[in-house]
């Protein structure tokens, strides 16, 4: 399975983003994760295969909004109310298994990233 994020890009504090992950085949969880300079990759949000799930890390909880379009393969990530703090490149991830999971290592695919920059 290959992943292809989009839509990132410079937007200023208090924006919006709307990212998009378009997988190559049939993938059940998919996630958002990121990483800013200097630190680690972190999980911001993840959604079920049927939608009905969808954890999200603190930091970004009632400001961003993962959603899926299984016929298309795809999986969204409306950012709304940017802040500087939210500047990283954005990775999705897919799991081919029916399983929920927050967790970097038991995603088994990758997307190459695409860049987001909060300006204050």
């Known amino acids: 399975v290959q992943l292809q994020a989009s839509g990132g890009g410079l937007v200023q504090a208090g924006g919006s983003l709307r990212l998009s992950c378009a997988a190559s085949?049939?993938?059940?969880?998919m996630g958002w994760f990121r990483q800013a300079p200097g630190k680690e990759r972190e999980f911001v949000a993840a959604?079920?295969?049927?939608?009905?799930?969808?954890p999200y890390a603190n930091s970004v909880k009632g400001r961003f909004t993962i959603s899926r379009d299984n016929a298309k393969n795809t999986v969204y990530l409306q950012m709304n109310r940017l802040e500087p703090e939210d500047t990283a490149v954005y990775y999705c991830?897919?799991?081919?298994?029916?399983?929920?999971?927050?967790?970097?290592?038991?995603?088994?695919?990758w997307g190459q990233g695409t860049q987001v920059t909060v300006s204050s």
């Open positions: 085949g049939r993938t059940f969880t």
């Open positions: 991830a897919a799991v081919t298994r029916l399983r929920m999971t927050t967790i970097m290592g038991e995603y088994d695919y």
């Open positions: 959604i079920s295969w049927s939608g009905g799930s969808t």
